[in-house]
């Protein structure tokens, strides 16, 4: 029988890093002072990060599509990747990437949070092709899927477990800065979810997008197709024979990974940790 294998982290107290991640900076960002004109985009890893880190740059921008030779991270940046001394200089209203949970995530009344939530069952794949991807990171490259989901269910993956991100936030849903969207409801209508982000981020943004222009270029180059070309505006690169980082962007593309007992697995997890909350009726959880 053949071995299971497991990524490598850096185990940093509770947490588990990917390699190459510095501790130091993990530990500063989190005694960041959230200031009033920040605005945290809030997810566990593979939910729709990227995706809305560049809705927001869009809508601050004038509609102008982010541009090739630059790093996005470096202007939304990670927060915890980067450390609070990086976020302070950067200009006066913040867009901040962070995958904290709601008791770690820097919090502040005046601040808005976007939390971003994508049902497990994609997550973990999207999660395992990134896992296995990210060679330098986790040295995963022969990593299977049965591994990967071992790990994922288990909660013991970087920034844990799926289930504790996802019941911590959505508590907040209705909180007045708290804007709660799914990744599947940003793929069913993007327009729809692009104006609610520009409206729950204040009338300047509202006003930019009521120029059609601004909100159809946002609409097309915040797309999947676009946003696949010059993917190192979102990341660093990959080895040429793992999947891109801008990979499928489907809803449903977990049926072709997982097994009828992971199947079961997943969904029996998904109705223990979410039974009595707000996250119970997000999404259709197979049988
Ligand atoms: P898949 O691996 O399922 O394709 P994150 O940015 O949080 O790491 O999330 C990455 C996931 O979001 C990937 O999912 C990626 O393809 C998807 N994604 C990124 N941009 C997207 C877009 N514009 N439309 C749909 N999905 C997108």
């Not at 501790?23 to 960002?29: L, V």
């Not at 330098?136 to 909660?155: L, P, Q, R, S, V």
């Not at 209705?174 to 609610?196: G, H, P, R």
């Not at 601004?214 to 993917?231: A, C, G, P, R, V």
Request: some cysteine.
């Amino acid at each position: 029988m053949k071995q299971s294998i497991k990524p490598s982290y850096i185990l940093h107290k509770n947490f588990r890093l990917p390699m190459g991640f510095s501790p130091e900076n993990f530990d500063y960002g989190l005694t960041y002072q959230a200031q009033a004109r920040d605005t945290f985009i809030v997810t566990y890893p593979k939910c729709g990060t990227t995706w809305t880190q560049h809705i927001v740059w869009m809508l601050s921008h004038d509609g102008k599509p982010f541009p090739v030779g630059k790093n996005i991270n470096l202007e939304v940046p990670h927060l915890e990747e980067v450390g609070s001394d990086f976020v302070k200089y950067l200009s006066e209203t913040r867009f901040i990437k962070t995958h904290l949970t709601y008791d770690l995530t820097p919090y502040n009344p005046d601040s808005k949070y976007i939390y971003i939530a994508r049902n497990p069952f994609d997550c973990a794949v999207s999660f395992y092709y990134h896992t296995k991807g990210f060679i330098k990171h986790y040295d995963f490259a022969e990593g299977t899927f049965d591994d990967f989901f071992e790990c994922f269910i288990n909660g013991e993956v970087d920034w844990g477990d799926y289930f504790d991100h996802l019941v911590g936030w959505v508590q907040h849903k209705n909180d007045k800065n708290v804007l709660f969207l799914t990744y599947e409801s940003m793929k069913n209508n993007q327009k729809e979810n692009i104006i609610a982000i520009a409206k729950f981020l204040g009338d300047r943004y509202l006003e930019k997008i009521e120029n059609p222009q601004i909100l159809e270029s946002i609409l097309y180059h915040t797309n999947f197709t676009s946003m696949s070309k010059n993917q190192s505006r979102w990341s660093s690169q990959r080895p040429a024979n793992m999947t891109p980082f801008i990979r499928k962007g489907k809803v449903g593309d977990w049926k072709a990974h997982f097994s009828l007992s992971q199947t079961q697995r997943l969904s029996e997890k998904f109705r223990i940790r979410t039974v009595g909350t707000e996250a119970e009726n997000l999404w259709e959880i197979p049988e």
